[in-house]
């Protein structure tokens, strides 16, 4: 006979305090129907917020602190697994409505079982209807709170951090061949004599050098012209982008991308109407109505007003008739060198030991410039592609090569293109090795005129194409990838003394933000995380000028600056003639990158491709295929196409042989199953989309070698989806909410053959760090950010030595994120024999320390530490520890309100001497009243940045400096003139270095 034991050890008052709350809140039904209700008014605000943020990013701003704090709380408050606590809450025992009478005990023959009334659910969890209704009530009380403080996000974005900008003396020497048309240009503009001027000729003639002397003209050496815009026209270019583009480049935040083009024109012409302007227009390729770019005179002029402002175009093409559509009042052609201006060009950027070290080296260099038909990229190309090569055997080949009519009859050549792509392939052909051309290829996959994160985009590509393939772990793949790098840079670094971009510096401070949410040459190279040289624009987030003088760089193949590269468009045409199929090879790559296409094209198009690219474009579909309707395509390209929200299922069928697919950055919100069907994919990455889970069929992805997940709204995932992916190398699950169980499930039974490198987020208590530690020898910790603020769980200091710091942990972290902890004082320490953990870390980030009042080390040796970013800690009071990093290349400092000096101890050491830091950054650290308190030496320092540090009246060098490398000190006007010098003439050496 079964019976029942109740438990009547009861307290009266919390009986009586569960009753009361019962009655008060109501029944627990129409609770849970209410907060399903605030949940979706919460979730919708979340996504209008981020909207708001793309839209502001448009122009050029941030997410205030405030939002990204939002945003951040609103990941972790997700990542508690709601919706299956939300589930649990529906469980009810019908007891009484307190936890006294919660558990029931069924006893037959001796056998005792919890059961609770109704599911069969055991009743650990105390489900009774009290507890329910008081757990809605808190999770209301949460909703509440957040969508509160939703409320009252109010702006979501402000304008960002100073770009750094490097100002150069401008060449004593002009371009040669360029001062005629200076000068006929200038003069015609200064005369008044017409408003539109046509500058056209041939790719690679000197067009944009040309636009760029002009620009400097008038930014330094006149007064005429209120405004100097510069905008990038490019093929395939749309109106709105250039109309976007403007309004960037003069600060103008009016206008909105859900604008027409009329909207967007009016806006411009109303803030332009009473200023003088030039727009200078580079590589424009159809007409284009200036009035829709603001450029238009008011109708009607009033008696007794003064004449209209001038509004001043002048524009490259490559078309004479462009010109006659633009009705350009001046039409002047740039032409080809003569023989005496091409073979000094070819001189200037060859190695004159080389060239007069034997006189049929001479001879035929004498050949090859004739050879390049006065065309200057041509011969500047041929030029550095020669560099180094003593051999006259080696520049015969050279010679012959460039004039074997049937390799360049056999391409189908334009005529005006193929002296460019002679120069191109002999350039091309001239590099190390087929990887490293390869790697050059693969930056035409991105749009014209397009910066490439070399870290976040370009190195990761070539390891997905298979490229970068002989590696142990990701960080061997990447040193790979700099070395390529690299390799391009020293190809062709000194290419461009004749054509050069001035180039800006661009800090990176978005990204960096951004990440607090979760996250050469035949190249033109762009820097490292603090700062990119960029082709001469204006400064897209302070929207001030910052301009670079010296003409350099834009010739090379690629333009650098280290971070960023882009490829200089005339190569990138080059390049996707050669892969284009056109001249016999194997390869046949279709390119529709940042056009603004909104739908594929048809599928004849390319149907027989190898390669594909349509990333940011505007595509919100994708067509049914049929099966195997691309035989060929290994590569699909599909990024930031922000309107495309489902996947055909007949896709991945249509392209059985894909090897590398990139739907990232998109709002895809499911994977269709059928993807199991891609069975040589081995490159996936689904990052910065709406997914919330992923096909129970995702594990038969047996080849599958690279997968990015970072930023998505994955909430659960199949068993073995990710553990018996067998050839997986590399996973991405950064900026997720904080790590879930299934996460640990999957890494922890991880089956694969090779080391897999995981760049993951994680709640930071010692159990975490310690599951970290605990997970196979096959896997180890690439990226690592530590987020969390419950003090209660967390040691006072985190010791670099300790078991929770082991070998997985450490060894090959690169980059170590420490976000929103409730510590005091942060010691990174080293045990004995463990000096050499974290020997690969480069970046160290701090962010939302609000209780950090101290930071130190202790024996950890952090030789490879590159960069360091402290931003939001209102107690830390100083940075003296930085002075025993060695390799320090980077130090950002921003929102440390009591930070009253950054060096408070020096030390007997002569270590700062040694110091590699290149470039500072301090912002908004009001208090700041000095860097320390005697000179310091920084040997390697480059950019100096303060903004909003009002107290700092003094810097820690004299003219000393100017004998290292200070390209660039940033600031506000005030500050540099309130400034405390020992000596006056201190002041005027640095002064032309302020900007």
Not at 544 to 552: E, S
Not at 728 to 736: G, R
Not at 741 to 755: A, I, P, V, Y
Not at 870 to 890: E, G
Request: charged share 25%; with cysteine.
């Amino acid at each position: 006979m079964a019976c029942i034991k109740l438990n009547l050890n009861v307290d009266v008052n919390s009986c009586l305090s569960g009753l009361k709350a019962t009655l008060r809140l109501g029944r627990p039904k129409s609770g849970i129907k209410k907060l399903k209700k605030e949940m979706k008014i919460l979730k919708v605000k979340r996504d209008d917020i981020k909207n708001r943020i793309d839209q502001a990013e448009l122009e050029g701003r941030i997410p205030t602190n405030q939002v990204s704090h939002w945003l951040w709380t609103w990941r972790r408050w997700k990542a508690k697994k709601i919706e299956r606590k939300k589930k649990s809450l529906f469980r009810s025992s019908g007891c009484f409505s307190c936890h006294c009478f919660n558990q029931t005990q069924t006893q037959t023959g001796g056998t005792s079982q919890t059961q609770q009334a109704g599911d069969q659910v055991p009743i650990r969890e105390s489900s009774n209807c009290c507890s329910i209704i008081l757990r809605v009530a808190k999770k209301l009380g949460e909703v509440k709170e957040l969508m509160d403080r939703a409320d009252r996000l109010d702006p979501v974005a402000t304008v960002g951090p100073s770009e750094p900008a490097v100002m150069l003396p401008i060449s004593h020497r002009s371009p040669v061949g360029i001062e005629s048309y200076e000068e006929d240009i200038v003069g015609y503009v200064d005369g008044g004599k017409g408003d539109i001027i046509g500058i056209y000729g041939m790719g690679g003639v000197g067009k944009t050098t040309m636009l760029t002397r002009i620009q400097q003209h008038y930014l330094l050496k006149h007064t005429i012209f209120d405004r100097v815009i510069w905008v990038v026209a490019s093929k395939d270019c749309q109106l709105k982008r250039l109309q976007m583009d403007i309004a960037k480049s003069l600060g103008l935040k009016t206008l909105q991308e859900s604008d027409d083009e009329r909207t967007c024109g009016d806006k411009l012409f109303t803030f332009l109407k009473s200023r003088n302007c030039l727009l200078l227009l580079d590589d424009i390729w159809e007409h284009l109505d200036l009035q829709l770019l603001g450029m238009a005179h008011s109708a009607t002029t009033e008696r007794g007003q003064q004449q209209q402002p001038r509004k001043t175009v002048v524009f490259t093409t490559r078309s004479e008739g462009v010109c006659v559509q633009m009705e350009a009042e001046k039409k002047i052609k740039v032409k080809c060198l003569d023989p005496v201006q091409a073979w000094q060009l070819f001189e200037e950027n060859s190695e004159g030991d080389v060239l007069n070290s034997d006189a049929g080296i001479k001879f035929v260099a004498e050949k090859l410039a004739k050879e390049c038909a006065g065309l200057p990229l041509a011969l500047v190309t041929v030029a550095r592609a020669m560099s180094g090569k003593k051999s006259w055997e080696v520049w015969d080949a050279a010679l012959r090569q460039i004039r074997d009519e049937h390799q360049w009859k056999t391409v189908c050549l334009p005529e005006d293109s193929v002296v460019m792509y002679k120069a191109f392939k002999l350039s091309y052909d001239s590099l190390e090795n087929d990887s490293i051309r390869e790697c050059l290829l693969c930056c035409a996959l991105w749009p014209e005129d397009f910066k490439i994160d070399q870290f976040s985009r370009l190195i990761p590509c070539w390891i997905g194409c298979g490229i970068i393939c002989e590696f142990n772990v990701i960080n061997e793949a990447f040193a790979k990838g700099c070395s390529h790098l690299e390799a391009l840079k020293t190809a062709s670094v000194e290419i461009g003394k004749y054509f050069g971009r001035a180039l800006e510096e661009k800090n990176v401070w978005t990204i960096f933000a951004r990440t607090i949410l979760g996250t050469p040459s035949l190249l033109e190279r762009k820097t490292d995380e603090n700062f990119a040289y960029q082709p001469l624009i204006c400064n897209i987030f302070t929207m001030r000028f910052h301009y670079i003088d010296q003409i350099k760089d834009s010739a090379s193949l690629l333009e650098h600056s280290a971070d960023f590269i882009k490829m200089h468009d005339v190569i990138r045409d080059m390049a996707l003639l050669m892969v284009s199929g056109s001249d016999g090879n194997k390869r046949k790559w279709i390119v529709k990158a940042g056009i603004g296409m909104s739908d594929l094209p048809r599928q004849e198009e390319w149907q027989e491709a190898e390669r594909a690219s349509f990333m940011n474009n505007r595509i919100t579909s994708l067509p049914d295929y049929g099966a195997s309707t691309f035989p060929k395509l290994s590569m699909l390209i599909i990024h930031h196409n922000k309107g495309l929200k489902t996947i055909p299922p007949s896709l991945f069928a249509s392209m059985p042989r894909l090897v590398y697919l990139d739907l990232s950055d998109c709002r895809i919100t499911k994977l269709p199953k059928e993807i199991c069907s891609l069975t040589e994919l081995q490159y996936l990455n689904l990052s910065d989309n709406h997914i919330t889970g992923l096909p129970a069929e995702f594990g038969c992805l047996g080849k599958l070698e690279y997968l990015f997940l970072m930023n998505t709204d994955l909430q659960i995932v199949p068993n073995g989806a990710i553990s018996n992916l067998s050839m997986l190398k590399w996973l991405d699950i950064k900026e997720n909410p904080l790590a879930l169980e299934w996460w640990w499930d999957e890494l922890k039974c991880f089956k694969g053959r090779h080391q897999l490198s995981v760049a993951i987020s994680i709640n930071a208590t010692i159990d975490n760090i310690e599951r970290l530690n605990m997970l196979p020898p096959n896997v180890s910790i690439w990226h690592l950010t530590l987020a969390g603020e419950n003090i209660s769980k967390l040691p006072n200091n985190y010791d670099l030595g300790t078991t929770q710091w082991g070998c997985r942990v450490s060894d090959k972290l690169e980059s170590l994120y420490i976000v929103n902890l409730g510590l005091d004082r942060l010691v990174l320490a080293a045990g004995e024999g463990r000096e050499s953990s974290f020997g690969c870390l480069k970046l160290l980030y701090f962010t939302e320390l609000k209780l950090l009042e101290d930071i130190s080390l202790n024996r950890v040796r952090l030789h490879n530490l590159r960069k360091i970013y402290i931003f939001d800690c209102p107690m830390l009071k100083d940075v003296s520890w930085v002075l025993q990093l060695p390799c320090l290349n980077s130090l950002s400092i921003v929102n440390c309100g009591k930070m009253e000096e950054l060096i408070s101890d020096v030390g007997n050491s002569n270590s700062i001497s040694s110091s590699s830091i290149q470039h500072l950054f301090l912002g908004n650290i009001p208090n700041l009243n000095r860097i320390a308190n005697r000179s310091l030496h920084f040997p390697y320092l480059e950019f100096i940045d303060v903004i909003d540090c009002p107290k700092l009246k003094k810097l820690p060098f004299g003219i000393e400096i100017l004998k290292n490398k200070l390209k660039r000190i940033d600031g506000e006007d005030d500050w540099w003139n309130n400034l405390d010098w020992d000596d006056e003439t201190i002041k005027d050496s640095l002064t032309p270095y302020f900007r």
